[in-house]
């Protein structure tokens, strides 16, 4: 905040460098190791040679062991950058995925997503919580948890199925799929889901064992 209030260009700058460092620049890295000579260090990034940005940068508490991107998640309004960015997901929708990944029956995942909205008191958390979910299911297709989180969704929201499809398309390898994804899609088609375009993906994939769930429970 004082940062902000200083110097809005550097929080800018700070806000870039962070982001593409997952919460932990660098910059302050090699600078807070070695506060005695901060005029020295402090030459090689000209933008930041200010006497007060020094006196910032000296401040208790020191930053580089701290994850940054929840604090600039409160300061979100005052950053010229997109909020759907992955650095930007609020606490509280970080702790109620954790807790929604780990869980370990579906039933439960479905029950919790009908309440969503006692959990999360506003749209745009659960906005997050949905696209923090899309990157869990590119980054572990496998896990069933974050395809169950998903459905569940679809089931209550249908304009989440755009997001639950282009996630899908982006699998490479569809055959890492749990085969119990098609017996959900069933269920969600079954339900007036309009999932087509998921199937359609899945059947492009010949040893997809999610469409060859699904297929069989299609043609019972």
């Given at each position: 905040?004082?940062?902000?209030?200083?110097?809005?260009?550097?929080?800018?700058?700070?806000?870039?460098l962070q982001s593409s460092e997952n919460g932990f620049?660098?910059?302050?890295?090699?600078?807070?190791?070695?506060?005695?000579?901060?005029?020295?260090?402090?030459?090689?990034?000209?933008?930041?040679?200010?006497?007060?940005?020094?006196?910032?940068?000296?401040?208790?508490?020191?930053?580089?062991?701290?994850?940054?991107?929840?604090?600039?998640?409160?300061?979100?309004?005052?950053?010229?950058?997109?909020?759907?960015?992955?650095?930007?997901?609020?606490?509280?929708?970080?702790?109620?995925?954790?807790?929604?990944?780990?869980?370990?029956?579906?039933?439960?995942?479905?029950?919790?997503?009908?309440?969503?909205?006692?959990?999360?008191?506003?749209?745009?958390?659960?906005?997050?919580?949905?696209?923090?979910?899309?990157?869990?299911?590119?980054?572990?297709?496998?896990?069933?948890?974050?395809?169950?989180?998903?459905?569940?969704?679809?089931n209550e929201r249908k304009q989440f199925i755009s997001?639950?499809?282009?996630?899908?398309?982006?699998?490479?390898?569809?055959?890492?799929?749990?085969?119990?994804?098609?017996?959900?899609?069933?269920?969600?088609?079954?339900?007036?889901?309009?999932?087509?375009?998921?199937?359609?993906?899945?059947?492009?994939?010949?040893?997809?064992?999610?469409?060859?769930?699904?297929?069989?429970?299609?043609?019972?």
């Open positions: 905040m004082i940062l902000e209030y200083m110097d809005n260009d550097r929080f800018q700058e700070l806000f870039k620049p660098e910059f302050l890295k090699s600078i807070e190791a070695d506060l005695e000579h901060i005029d020295n260090l402090i030459k090689e990034f000209p933008n930041w040679d200010k006497q007060n940005i020094k006196t910032w940068l000296k401040m208790e508490p020191l930053l580089n062991t701290i994850d940054l991107r929840d604090y600039f998640w409160l300061s979100r309004d005052k950053l010229s950058v997109s909020l759907q960015s992955a650095n930007l997901v609020p606490p509280i929708v970080k702790k109620v995925y954790k807790k929604l990944i780990e869980t370990r029956t579906t039933s439960i995942i479905t029950s919790k997503i009908k309440k969503i909205e006692e959990t999360l008191e506003t749209t745009d958390y659960i906005e997050h919580l949905v696209n923090l979910t899309c990157e869990g299911i590119l980054k572990e297709p496998k896990n069933i948890n974050g395809h169950s989180i998903m459905h569940a969704f679809m997001e639950y499809s282009n996630v899908i398309k982006s699998i490479p390898d569809l055959n890492q799929l749990p085969p119990s994804i098609g017996n959900n899609i069933f269920v969600l088609e079954r339900n007036g889901i309009d999932v087509e375009n998921i199937i359609k993906t899945l059947s492009s994939d010949i040893r997809c064992k999610a469409y060859k769930t699904y297929k069989t429970k299609k043609d019972k």
